[in-house]
């Protein structure tokens, strides 16, 4: 199989990886339990799709590559500094969401030219999944008023 195929897919499992990682952070931080619950079924999403992936990759010869690697460490690590002082939810919401929209932008960008058709059709399918998390939460940040 295409090496890029591979090295696009693996970009895309890295992705999902990081949403996992921020989504745990997120639960954790949030204090309404309708909120609590709403991340939990993302991230559960995001659970799914690292799954799919990584079952195309091995199905396409390659081998997974799991981790947040470089950019998603740093990421990680900005995200635990900025919240020392406690987020509000809405906080954690716009985080969120903006994860959310960084995802889509990245997986659109990098899947329309490099992945053969059965990959290409199990990216749109995680991204369609991708843009209903982000109508879901600009709808549950109506709830919680800007300070």
């Not at 709403?38 to 010869?61: A, T, V």
């Not at 058709?117 to 982000?134: A, F, P, T």
């Amino acid at each position: 199989m295409d090496n890029k195929t591979l090295d696009t897919l693996n970009d895309l499992l890295k992705g999902e990886e990081m949403a996992i990682t921020s989504y745990s952070r997120f639960i954790q931080e949030a204090r309404d339990e309708e909120l609590k619950n709403k991340l939990k079924e993302i991230q559960k999403d995001h659970n799914k799709h690292s799954q799919l992936i990584s079952e195309r990759i091995i199905e396409l010869g390659g081998t997974p590559k799991y981790g947040l690697g470089m950019a998603g460490v740093m990421a990680d690590v900005k995200y635990a500094v900025e919240s020392m002082g406690g987020r509000s939810d809405r906080e954690i919401l716009e985080g969120a969401k903006l994860g959310e929209d960084q995802g889509v932008a990245m997986a659109e960008k990098v899947a329309n030219d490099k992945l053969d058709e059965k990959s290409l059709k199990l990216v749109h399918d995680i991204m369609q999944v991708d843009h209903h998390h982000i109508q879901s939460l600009e709808k549950l940040l109506e709830k919680y008023p800007k300070q």
